[in-house]
């Protein structure tokens, strides 16, 4: 057999061969689709069915719901419904009562119309009778009558008069007192006075090294940025802090406990917490003047005034504090008014501001009453709650009741046993006024009494005054307080002035 017969047989052979296995390749190919195939069909199926379950337990759950609901309105339809019956059958029943009571006033009013009518013509015929026999006219008769009962019974109305006017007068007394003990006997507050020291404990005594810092920088330096005296002494556990300033010796207390929690203490973190205390004690001063409003309940009010009665917490007068006082004021002359028939929101409105002169009277010129006069002016605060505060120490006449009745709950919360001390007034003033005089200087910056107004501390401007301006200044300020004021020993005045550049490197 010749080559090429054998090699077109096998060519033959070979492509029946691969016709044969691919077609089985693609029957085994096909079989396995169509298994696969049928396990997805199968499994979308049973997804199916598990959807259709869970739609149908839903349906049947918002149907219950639904029901359920719709029942409990019923329900409330029913009850309102009700309610609705009795309510018309009371009113009915009201109705009923007004009008049988209507009835019988027209008819009361009747017979007593009547009855005016027969009096007036009963007195007409005893006149005409009493002219006929004493041959006199009416007016006559009615005035010879009068001369008669007064020339009889002088000395009998005389000793009446007397006898009521006094009986008036022991009655307004007793009322009057009456009022007073029950308002002071409704409020009770506590007379405790505000102290000149804070104390700030120590969870170690080793702390104090680090308060007071190398060569005493630290406490300098908080003594410098809050204006009060740090007192680290040998008392075990404590530190004092000493201000005749309410405001300074909270700020310095602050700062001082953030800085033992934080433990970094040194100038510039002191600097930065005493920042960060001054901004809590703003929100303090805000959140006291709400609380007292609310507390009042004397109704809107400007923010900015809501936040000078607030600065009254950190104020005192002769050691009672003025915003406790300016409360119990409120709560007494409330009650006062109450009982006397006086408008009560404008007496607690009058009492709660009544010092609110103080809350700025060491900024602006001028008395209390006077400051506070213009500042409820500025707010639009009501004429007559103005007039109420503004005549508490008598500088304007009085001229509503409720001036009279917030200079009595003056009174009486400046009387209380233990409210007030004048010795510490005149300390306080001693000390404000040796800030102020060492103020009311040009290019002066902060002025801080310490020591108990043996030492003040002034801040001046670099740019104002000059290193050797600052001698001739410290002089001055010394002699205006050795001839304006009066005072123990000798006043050290200490005059700092720091001059501090600062750049950024961006």
Do not use: W
Request: hydrophobic share 40%.
């Amino acid at each position: 057999m010749s080559p090429l017969l054998i090699a077109i047989g096998a060519a033959i052979l070979g492509g029946a061969v691969g016709f044969v296995l691919r077609n089985t390749t693609a029957k085994q190919q096909g079989r396995s689709e169509l298994a696969e195939a049928q396990q997805i069909r199968e499994k979308a199926e049973r997804e199916v069915k598990d959807l259709a379950s869970e739609a149908r337990k839903d349906a049947q759950r918002i149907v219950d719901e639904a029901r359920k609901e719709a029942k409990e309105r019923r329900s409330e339809v029913l009850a309102r419904e009700e309610s609705l019956d009795k309510r018309e059958t009371d009113v009915s029943e009201m109705r009923k009562r007004a009008d049988s009571t209507k009835e019988k006033a027209e008819e009361r009013h009747v017979v007593l119309d009547e009855r005016e009518e027969a009096l007036e013509q009963l007195k007409a015929d005893m006149e005409k009778k009493l002219a006929e026999v004493a041959n006199l006219t009416t007016e006559d008769a009615k005035q010879e009558l009068i001369d008669h009962i007064e020339l009889e019974y002088t000395d009998l109305f005389e000793k009446k008069r007397k006898a009521l006017e006094g009986e008036g007068e022991v009655e307004l007394a007793r009322r009057a007192q009456e009022i007073l003990l029950t308002a002071i006997q409704r409020y009770s507050a506590s007379t405790a006075s505000d102290a000149m020291t804070s104390v700030v404990s120590l969870p170690s005594d080793d702390l104090k090294g680090r308060i007071i810092g190398k060569e005493g920088r630290n406490i300098k330096s908080l003594e410098r940025a809050t204006g009060c005296e740090i007192l680290v002494d040998d008392t075990p556990g404590a530190v004092v802090i000493s201000s005749h300033d309410p405001v300074r010796r909270e700020i310095a207390r602050r700062a001082l406990e953030r800085l033992m929690e934080d433990g970094r203490i040194q100038p510039t973190r002191i600097e930065e917490v005493v920042e960060m205390a001054k901004s809590e004690v703003e929100e303090i001063i805000r959140q006291a003047g709400v609380e007292s409003v609310e507390e009042l309940g004397v109704g809107a009010m400007d923010p900015r005034l809501v936040y000078l009665v607030g600065r009254l917490k950190f104020r005192t007068s002769f050691g009672q504090n003025v915003l406790q006082h300016s409360l119990e004021m409120g709560h007494i002359a409330g009650m006062i008014a109450a009982e006397v028939g006086a408008n009560v929101q404008v007496a607690k409105f009058g009492a709660l501001v009544h010092d609110i002169g103080k809350a700025v009277d060491h900024e602006v010129e001028g008395t209390h009453v006077e400051i506070g006069r213009k500042l409820l002016q500025r707010f639009n605060v009501d004429e007559e709650v103005i007039k109420a505060m503004q005549a508490h120490h008598e500088e304007y006449p009085f001229e509503n009741p409720e001036s009279i009745i917030v200079q009595v709950a003056d009174k009486i919360s400046a009387a209380r046993p233990g409210a007030r001390r004048d010795s510490v007034e005149n300390y306080l003033k001693r000390l404000q006024d040796l800030e102020s005089a060492a103020a009311s200087f040009e290019g002066v910056e902060k002025v801080f009494a310490i020591q108990a107004g043996r030492e003040v501390r002034v801040f001046v401007r670099p740019e104002k005054i000059s290193d050797s301006a600052s001698d001739k200044l410290a002089r001055d300020i010394a002699d205006k307080i050795q001839q304006e004021l009066h005072y123990p020993g000798e006043v050290q005045i200490t005059l700092i002035r720091e001059k501090r550049v600062i750049e950024y490197a961006r």
